[in-house]
């Protein structure tokens, strides 16, 4: 019944690898987000679509490239990954895109790159 | 610049008031939220306001804004050690939803 799913919890891989985090929502929303929450705890836009279509695409490296094969799912997939990538990445969704959006948020996936 | 800044740290002696400041730099942003994260969990919506608005009481929860200073507040009354998480700030601005580094408020006995 979780609204936000995204797996998987916990991440741990090698400096160069490349890895994939899956998130699905079943709430009927539009617009689905990734975020990026370093070790301050700051949190940081990654993408945005709505509708499988990209609208915010945030200053990150191309090494990241958010799917959106339909719009109950949003992956993000991680090419060659580095230190500084570490952190815990959160998904979330909205009704739709607009400046009244309440997001949901899935549990995160932690990320440690060693 | 897009900036919410928010205090780090707040301790609270449980069954007094929590008082949460923010402020944020948008002054055409709508809509201001605050959002709640648990340990090991995901933001959770707590309560928003509209920028026309100067307060809004939901249950133990009072947001004030002043949206000259552009300033936002949130007070928990009778703050409860289940309140105890991080605390976001949150503004749509520049056609996205811009969060504070949160505030992380610790209730003690």
């Known amino acids: 019944d979780t609204a936000v799913s995204q797996t998987p919890k916990y991440l741990v891989t090698q400096m160069g690898n490349d890895k994939s985090i899956k998130c699905e929502q079943n709430?009927?929303?539009?617009?689905m987000y990734w975020y990026k929450q370093d070790s301050k705890k700051f949190l940081k836009i990654m993408f945005s679509y709505n509708n499988k279509e990209l609208i915010i695409n945030e200053t990150v490296p191309n090494r990241f490239s958010p799917k959106s094969p339909d719009k109950a799912h949003l992956n993000l997939h991680i090419n060659s990954l580095e230190l500084g990538d570490s952190a815990v990445y959160f998904c979330a969704s909205s009704q739709e895109y607009s400046n009244n959006e309440k997001l949901f948020f899935g549990s995160g996936t932690q990320l440690s790159v060693l | 610049g897009e900036d919410v800044e928010q205090s780090l740290f707040l301790s609270v002696r449980e069954g007094d008031s929590s008082v949460i400041n923010c402020t944020y730099t948008?002054?055409?942003?709508?809509?201001l939220y605050w959002y709640k994260q648990e340990p090991g969990a995901g933001l959770q919506l707590l309560t928003y306001?509209?920028?026309?608005?100067d307060m809004k009481q939901d249950q133990r929860l009072t947001v004030l804004l002043n949206k000259k200073d552009k300033h936002l507040s949130l007070r928990i009354a009778d703050t409860q050690t289940g309140d105890s998480a991080i605390y976001f700030c949150a503004e749509y601005g520049y056609n996205k939803l811009i969060f504070g580094a949160g505030t992380r408020l610790a209730v003690h006995p």
């Open positions: 709430l009927g929303h539009d617009t």
């Open positions: 948008d002054s055409s942003s709508t809509y």
């Open positions: 306001i509209f920028s026309n608005m």
